[in-house]
């Protein structure tokens, strides 16, 4: 019996010290800081699994934006494309269906006329959140919006082009009447007759301005045998054609000497192909003048783009009036040369040479200042009768050198600047020219993506790019 009791008593107070024991245990427990961490970082790492789950999300979103934007921009750019067979709805919808968002266009618009197109789209695309449900965000969606136009803006061109002694070389002539040829009919295609105006600019040692122009301005006159203008330096700071001003007529004679009384290769061109063909529309009349083009004398550049630049100039609108009202140009026309601030017009100068500038010269005032003498050097070429008539001592007192290379690379400079300072794109073509050649025409242009150097066929692809860029087809949205 007392066994038991002492039994009894033993396992009470066993109980009693491990229960002593387990609270002890369990208070040390709930005061022990060492675990604090673990709770601390799996409660951030479900924090940044909820963020980047919502970081996911989101860049599902943007993919499925870019790809939508993506899709409605080549589509509204395909569609607004003038040369466009299909309706540009059908275009659009086609674009969207082989990128299998067909359910993501909203919709298409179309707004179109003579000389214009213009595309808008929309499309929004939903699907189902992923981590943003966490948020009470079921779905997201991604939208875009595009909009193209082409639009052939008003545009005056002078095609200024070179038809100097050696554009004969390596089938150079041919070459170019293929290239401009090209340009012309792209330019002139159906529907943008009336928009387009083309000054032929063709140039050798001089620029034939033809009777028409001249009877519009102040001249000197001399003879009828051909009609060029001497222009002062000062002209070459502007753009413009300075109308209150008299002009000198250019002497009508030929400098190159073959040992025959050769007449067909005057310093002032003489044939009425030569002469400029301004503010035209008539694509078979352009091409047939230059297809009639043929090499002459020297290189003077910068005449070219002078009458190049002053024919987009607004200076020359009331010559263009008279031609209008004369019926050498189109109705279609009138007010042209445009203002340079009309937002609808472009004002391009295509400059095109083989060359570089060289010397010029003219005959002395004192052998050329009677009606005798301007007939006198009409029926002979200036060597030939020099050679028969004049002591070989006395030969250089008849003539004297007007330009030189130097000089028509300034004067170049001066006229470029002055039509880039108006605001006119200026395109030059180096065609088979020497370093020196395409520095000058690159430093022409309006920048160095707007200069060309060609040789052979290459030229057809520089006039191709620079007719099919005139007609811009750009991105509005």
Not at 80 to 103: R, W
Not at 164 to 190: H, I, P, Q, R
Not at 352 to 366: A, E, L, P, V
Request: with cysteine; net charge negative.
């Amino acid at each position: 019996m007392e066994k038991q009791t002492a039994k009894r008593r033993d396992f009470r107070a066993r109980s009693r010290t491990s229960l002593a024991a387990l609270t002890r245990g369990c208070d040390t427990f709930l005061h022990d800081e060492g675990g604090s961490m673990s709770y601390f970082a799996v409660v951030s790492s479900l924090v940044m699994m909820v963020f980047g789950g919502i970081g996911v999300d989101m860049v599902v979103t943007e993919l499925n934006r870019t790809k939508v934007q993506n899709t409605l921009d080549r589509a509204v750019l395909a569609a607004a494309d003038l040369d466009q067979t299909l309706e540009p709805e059908e275009v659009v919808t086609d674009y969207m269906t082989k990128m299998g968002l067909s359910d993501a266009l909203v919709s298409s618009d179309v707004d179109e006329g003579l000389n214009y197109r213009i595309v808008t789209a929309d499309g929004f695309v939903q699907m189902p959140s992923n981590f943003l449900q966490l948020l009470g965000i079921d779905t997201i969606s991604a939208s875009g919006h595009a909009q193209a136009t082409e639009r052939f803006n008003k545009v005056e061109v002078s095609l200024v082009v070179d038809i100097s002694g050696s554009m004969a070389d390596n089938s150079k002539m041919d070459n170019l009447k293929s290239a401009a040829s090209d340009f012309v009919d792209t330019l002139l295609a159906d529907g943008n007759d009336d928009l387009v105006s083309i000054s032929l600019v063709p140039y050798s040692e001089q620029v034939n301005a033809g009777p028409d122009i001249l009877s519009k301005l102040s001249v000197d006159w001399k003879h009828g045998y051909s009609h060029c203008l001497e222009m002062p330096e000062s002209v070459f700071s502007s753009a413009a054609l300075d109308t209150s001003m008299t002009y000198e007529q250019m002497q009508h004679f030929q400098w190159n000497y073959d040992g025959k009384n050769t007449l067909t290769d005057t310093v002032c061109p003489r044939y009425d192909y030569e002469r400029i063909a301004p503010f035209s529309q008539d694509a078979s009349a352009l091409k047939q003048q230059i297809n009639k083009l043929t090499p002459r004398a020297g290189t003077s550049i910068f005449l070219g783009m002078k009458w190049g630049s002053a024919l987009l100039d607004p200076s020359t609108r009331e010559i263009a009036s008279s031609l209008i009202d004369e019926g050498e140009v189109s109705s279609a026309f009138e007010g042209r040369p445009l203002d340079y601030d009309d937002e609808e017009v472009l004002k391009t100068v295509v400059l095109m040479t083989d060359g570089q500038h060289d010397k010029s010269f003219r005959i002395s005032s004192n052998y050329y200042d009677s009606e005798s003498e301007y007939v006198q050097w009409s029926k002979n070429n200036l060597w030939y009768w020099l050679n028969r008539n004049v002591y070989s001592w006395q030969r250089g007192y008849f003539y004297y050198q007007k330009y030189d290379a130097d000089t028509g690379d300034r004067l170049l400079d001066s006229i470029c600047t002055a039509a880039k300072d108006k605001g006119i794109i200026i395109w030059s073509i180096g065609f088979e020219v020497q370093d020196h050649g395409a520095d000058v025409m690159e430093s022409c242009a309006s920048s160095p993506s707007h200069f060309f150097r060609v040789d052979g066929t290459e030229i057809s692809e520089a006039f191709s790019t620079i007719a099919h860029t005139l007609n811009q087809l750009r991105l509005t949205q």
